[in-house]
């Protein structure tokens, strides 16, 4: 069963540090601590981390949190790396936007009880549905979705910049403020061919909470959203209690 969910962005960014000595998106990261301490104060038995990764996979074993896939040495971040215990064996190193989960996540006191699953948007969206239910089918799960919308808004944007950017953002993140049936369906139908061509992170996890959410009532809040440089970031809960 599905109870909480935070909806973060995948920037190494949140993570203070990352950008230096330049103070960046400090109301989305309080915003983003703020939404993942409500996953782990609900007291759900397992929380699971959705991230992108560069294939889909599981993180089992010992896991670093370390930002060097983005180039950020660890010493420069303000919030300490530590080493997290994930079921199964082994020494794993996940993407950026799984470190990004999990720093949140130990921030806010939960280091225990964990999964963390990297997924793609070339996995089928009936396979990452079938993944989120799958993902609460054991008891009470909370998750940290990881993913952001489109970096294409404007000249000044982090990649080339697309004019259908605006709208497709605009329209999934009215969805994912909302929550509801109706609001989910639509996010299962989002076409990940242009979700790809915009560079939406965000598309393969929220399939995956979708298929987590299943027909139960949820209440969407979002909490902050900030457009910087060409790159929209948001942060929302999901409250299935």
């Given at each position: 069963m599905l109870v909480v969910a935070a909806l973060v962005p995948d920037t190494a960014l949140l993570v203070p540090g990352a950008a230096g000595a330049a103070q960046v998106l400090t109301a989305v990261r309080a915003a983003a601590l703020d939404a993942v301490a409500q996953v782990v104060a609900s007291g759900a038995a397992t929380v699971a981390v959705v991230a992108p990764g560069p294939r889909a996979r599981e993180l089992t074993g010992t896991v670093r949190p370390s930002l060097g896939a983005a180039g950020i040495p660890d010493g420069l971040l303000a919030w300490p790396v530590a080493e997290m215990t994930l079921p199964g064996d082994g020494v794993a190193t996940g993407s950026v936007a799984s470190a990004v989960g999990?720093?949140?996540?130990a921030r806010a006191g939960r280091r225990t009880g964990l999964r963390v699953l990297e997924v793609t948007g070339r996995q089928d969206r009936a396979a990452l549905a079938a993944l989120g239910r799958d993902l609460v089918g054991a008891g009470p799960t909370g998750f940290v979705v990881v993913g952001s919308v489109s970096g294409r808004h404007g000249a000044d944007a982090p990649l080339a910049q697309d004019r259908r950017a605006p709208d497709h953002d605009a329209r999934v993140l009215a969805d994912l403020a909302d929550g509801g049936a109706a609001a989910r369906a639509r996010i299962a139908a989002d076409d990940p061919l242009l979700a790809d061509e915009l560079a939406v992170r965000g598309w393969a996890p929220w399939q995956v909470l979708v298929g987590a959410a299943a027909d139960g009532p949820i209440r969407g809040h979002l909490l902050a959203r900030?457009?910087?440089?060409?790159?929209?970031?948001?942060?929302?809960?999901?409250?299935?209690r």
């Open positions: 999990l720093h949140l996540l900030s457009g910087v440089l060409g790159a929209e970031h948001a942060v929302l809960v999901w409250d299935a």
